[in-house]
């Protein structure tokens, strides 16, 4: 039955729409265009550290200069070509089947910031943007890294109930202006105790991931790390 139904429905590549041999896959080209994350990483963010292995720090410039309230933070991509492509079209395009393939890369990327007691808790979208999105992008990438590592989710832990003005062309002073009390608790869901995975889309400044893990803390978690599908990051 699956052979006939791979037949019938053949995958396809979640970049271009070419057909591919594994399911949720990415074609050569896209493969070759899509720049994951590897090799020496910022402990806090995970952006690629310039000199790799042979630094004698682990922690990036802008993290250096914007000390962060998580305690570790990993990503699958960094922002730009194709991965910049995949981050759009999942956030603004519709294509809800990225997050899936998007859950595996993230997953590996979470391996080493994962906890027994690990919860994942997508950053919050305003009621608003989510009637005119018809998603929160961030809970779909939890639900997908959470099936490949088994550790629960929970989607409504955190609250946005200030709809904030866009911060696309913000700066990040502005944008941790306008977030600072953008993100609080939700009251019904505990999370006291636990080590809660922040999931988000992109990281950029990481105005709204610092907001949500003061939220987190406030309630409570033990620890916060965060877990972005694409890192923007300089020249790239």
Not at 4 to 10: E, S, T
Request: proline residues 5%; hydrophobic residues 40%; positive net charge.
């Amino acid at each position: 039955m699956n052979a006939a139904l791979a037949y019938l429905y053949p995958s396809q590549c979640v970049g271009c729409g070419e057909f591919v041999d594994s399911e949720n896959g990415l074609c050569a080209s896209c493969w070759g265009e899509t720049p994951f994350v590897a090799g020496a990483v910022c402990d806090c963010c995970g952006a690629p550290l310039v000199g790799g292995d042979e630094m004698d720090r682990d922690t990036c410039d802008d993290c250096l200069k914007t000390p962060r309230p998580w305690s570790q933070g990993r990503t699958a991509l960094i922002y730009a070509r194709r991965g910049r492509r995949l981050a759009l079209s999942l956030k603004h395009g519709g294509r809800e089947d990225i997050a899936e393939t998007a859950g595996l890369w993230m997953a590996r990327a979470a391996s080493e910031i994962t906890h027994d007691n690990t919860v994942l808790v997508p950053v919050p979208l305003h009621w608003l943007r989510l009637i005119g999105r018809r998603y929160n992008q961030s809970a779909l990438l939890a639900d997908a890294v959470a099936r490949n590592i088994g550790r629960p989710v929970i989607h409504d832990a955190l609250k946005r109930p200030v709809a904030t003005r866009k911060l696309d062309h913000l700066s990040p002073g502005e944008r941790f202006g306008v977030l600072a009390k953008a993100i609080s608790p939700n009251p019904k869901r505990d999370i006291a105790g636990k080590a809660v995975l922040l999931v988000d889309d992109v990281m950029t400044s990481g105005a709204t991931l610092a907001a949500s893990t003061h939220a987190a803390l406030k309630a409570g978690a033990a620890r916060v790390d965060v877990l972005t599908l694409a890192r923007a990051v300089r020249d790239a």
